[in-house]
Every structure is written in C-alpha cells, then in structure tokens.
C-alpha cells in the first residue's frame, strides 16, 4: 500500500495527498501543497472497471504526459514536478520501500483548485460530436454547416466544453454556459488555450502518420492564482488517435487505445454493459497493452522499456 493519505480513487486514477512533511507522519492532508497522482494498470468500458489489469498502461499515461510536457509544451504552465522514481522517493521519504506500487507510473504535482470543466477540443466529427450533430445540426450547442459525415475533419478545431459529472458520463454545455460559470475572461483564455495545445499536438501527430481527433484538457487554478495545465495530456485515455492509413469518411476510426477491449466487449450477447464485468480472456489483454504500447513508440520514437523520464525540476524540495 502506497502510505499517503488518499483522496480520490477513480476509475484508473487515485490521487494521494503529500504532507508537507513528505509523508513523515506529521502534516494533515488539508495543509499538503503536493499531491502524488497514480495511474494504475486498471481499464475501464462503459464506465465498468474490469478486473484484470493491463500491465504497463499506467506507466504509457503517465509518461506519454511526461513526454509531451517535456517535448511539445515548454512554455505551457503545468503542475508537474517530477515522474521520475529518484527524485519523488527523495521528495517523499514515505514512499521508499513501495516502489512497486508507484514506479513509472506516479507524478508528483502541484495541488491546484481544478475547474469544473473538461475542456474538450475536436478536430474531426466523430463519438459524442457526430452523435450531436446527426440529432441537431450542431457541435456544443452551435450550428455546423449542413451535410457534414461522420469523421469529416473540422476546420477551424471547434472547443467542445463539458461538466465534470460526478457519476456518469460528463455532459456536453456551450462555451457560453463556460462563462456563466467561470467567467468571460477565464472562459476565453481556457478556450484558446486549449486549442493551441491540440494544434501543436494535432501537427506533431501527423508527422508520426498519426491523426489527433479530439482530446480533453483540464486546469486549476494554483495557490498563486496562475492557471495550470494537469492531469493527464495527451494520453490514449483522454485522446483519439487514429492511424493515418486506415483513416476514411462515413464511418467510424479503428482507434490507437483500448478498442480492443471495446470490441470483445460489444461481441458479448450476454453482458448487460454494467457492473460486474465479464471475465477478459489474456489474449484481450495481452492486446490492449500492445496497443498502449504501440501509440507511445509510435508518438515518441522510443520503446517504453528504454524511455528515460524527463526532468522538470532542478531540484525537488522535500
């Protein structure tokens, strides 16, 4: 067990608090400025988590972060401080000795206060968009032109915004239901932060014959006041990525992430596509993970097993 206080336990994701005496025993999770988020092996469809984990997905989402961080995104303000398993060992004394549990796939991050909003950008009309525009002729509440098909490209990339559901899928509301809620100014910078963020990653992709569909961002607001890009960017989880050379109009995409899982799991006449899951053969498995690890060589150029995490900080406090 991993000894931190935990916050949050979601679907793939657990979120621990870090006192501010580095795990010591002494600091209350409510004075913690740091947090250690963990991305576990678990996969979820339908918004069931299955029982068999899939080895190295956790490691894929948070080190394809990491990598976009260090690579594409610079200059974008974000709250990572470390994913490398030295430095949050040495930032966090109580984490020496359980490294199985946190190694490769752990982030130690700046606490933000996070924004009520999934800031969805979409380059390409497809899932929830597609579904949207069939029924009403729009995307996020506004009018697209007529005649569009499914997986038709989006020209400009269109900000899709979204609540944060607590239970069920999150739901899609306008950007002017973003200002309502945030603010005109907070609302617009978030908008055109977003979309530079998937331009950049959208041109990156294409040189890897790679297309970038849509992606969900999100941010908080640091202690300072500065507007923080977190969680996970870019990942398989949070992104569509779609193979260049199977790419066609009028349908949907064969997808780089967990569509094998979602294939086998529509192929079953017998699972009502709730909680318990069915059983997932190794053969499943086993094919979810090379996906995983396929989108991350194929994006990176490196093999997982031989990708050195970056460095983002000079030196970590403790």
């Not at 499914?150 to 069920?168: C, N, R, W």
């Not at 306008?174 to 978030?190: C, K, M, N, Q, S």
């Not at 017998?270 to 190794?282: F, M, R, S, V």
């Amino acid at each position: 067990m991993i000894p931190l206080p935990l916050l949050f336990r979601g679907k793939v994701r657990d979120v621990y608090a870090v006192p501010n005496d580095g795990g010591a025993g002494n600091g209350s999770p409510g004075e913690a400025d740091r947090l250690l988020l963990v991305a576990s092996d678990r996969v979820s469809a339908f918004d069931v988590v299955m029982d068999e984990p899939v080895p190295g997905k956790g490691r894929v989402l948070t080190q394809i972060t990491a990598w976009w961080m260090d690579t594409h995104l610079r200059d974008i303000a974000h709250h990572l401080i470390s994913v490398r398993t030295g430095e949050i060992r040495e930032a966090v004394p109580a984490l020496a000795g359980c490294e199985g549990e946190w190694a490769g796939r752990a982030s130690l991050v700046r606490r933000t206060r996070p924004l009520p909003v999934e800031c969805v950008v979409r380059g390409y009309l497809s899932g929830s968009a597609w579904k949207e525009y069939r029924e009403s002729g729009t995307l996020a509440g506004e009018p697209l032109q007529p005649g569009l098909i499914e997986s038709d490209s989006l020209v400009p990339a269109i900000f899709s915004p979204a609540t944060k559901a607590q239970e069920g899928h999150d739901e899609n509301i306008t950007f002017g239901d973003v200002i309502e809620l945030l603010g005109a100014d907070l609302a617009h910078r978030l908008r055109d932060r977003s979309i530079d963020i998937y331009e950049r990653a959208r041109a990156v992709a294409a040189r890897r014959d790679i297309i970038l569909a849509d992606t969900k961002f999100e941010f908080g607001i640091s202690p300072e006041g500065e507007l923080l890009l977190i969680d996970e960017v870019l990942t398989p989880d949070s992104s569509r990525f779609w193979p260049k050379e199977h790419y066609r109009t009028g349908r949907g995409q064969p997808s780089l992430d967990k569509q094998p899982l979602r294939d086998y799991l529509n192929g079953l006449t017998d699972w009502p596509k709730q909680y318990p899951p069915p059983a997932l053969p190794g053969d499943v498995v086993d094919a979810i993970g090379d996906r995983y690890r396929g989108v991350f060589e194929r994006l990176t150029g490196t093999a997982l097993a031989d990708y050195e995490s970056p460095r983002f900080a000079v030196e970590v406090a403790g």
